[in-house]
């Protein structure tokens, strides 16, 4: 099978750092407001930080992929002595709850590196964050080619599943529409 190189994008985080200012969630959403910081709105943001003032506890984290169903089952975890409940760590986009969910439309949201234009040196949120919690890390893998094209397949039958094949073919054409447009 054939090999291709995928650089590997990391955020590291030192949840302890983390003071709950939420100036991640900000930049977050007004990154990726269409048009760009057009808007501020945390509840779109890629990445929210999770909260339980009685418990001490905040700490961010970035939207994962959509799942279409929740789990059977959830655990709990006990971390210096806090208690977490599994759900505080998942990066779905879970049909349990409202997280990671674009606030009108319903649409799951995914963090996406801000891999956007114009580039960015660094992920918006890291830039924002004053308190050294997010660290941003590239390294270099080979995967196989299979698996790279698997990734995208997984991403999209998740849209079908969720919205339908007709919804997301007219959606497509309208941004392809859109992208024209712009470039014309
Ligand atoms: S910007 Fe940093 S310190 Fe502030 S909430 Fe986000 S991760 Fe925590
Ligand atoms: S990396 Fe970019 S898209 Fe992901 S949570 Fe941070 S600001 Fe949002």
Known sequence: MAK?????????VDADKCNGCRACEVVCSGFHADPKWSSINPARSRIQ???????????????GEYTPAECAG??????????????????ASCPSRDLFKEPDSGLPLKCDMCEDD????????????????????????EVDE???QEEMEIGIKS??????????????????????????
């Open 146 to 148: 299979e698996v790279a």
């Open 118 to 141: 114009p580039p960015q040196e660094e992920p918006l949120c890291v830039q924002a964050c004053l308190n050294d919690v997010l660290v941003y890390e590239e390294r270099e893998e």
């Open 74 to 91: 959830r655990n709990i975890y006990e971390i210096d002595g806090k208690e977490y409940d599994e759900c505080h760590f998942c990066r």
């Open 49 to 63: 930080v999770i909260t339980d003032r009685m418990k001490d506890i905040w700490f961010p984290v970035f939207a």
């Open 159 to 184: 849209l079908i599943d969720e919205y339908g094949l007709e919804n997301l073919v007219d959606t497509v054409s309208r941004l392809l529409q859109k992208e024209e447009q712009t470039s014309s």
């Open 4 to 12: 291709i190189k995928k650089i590997i994008k990391t955020i590291r």
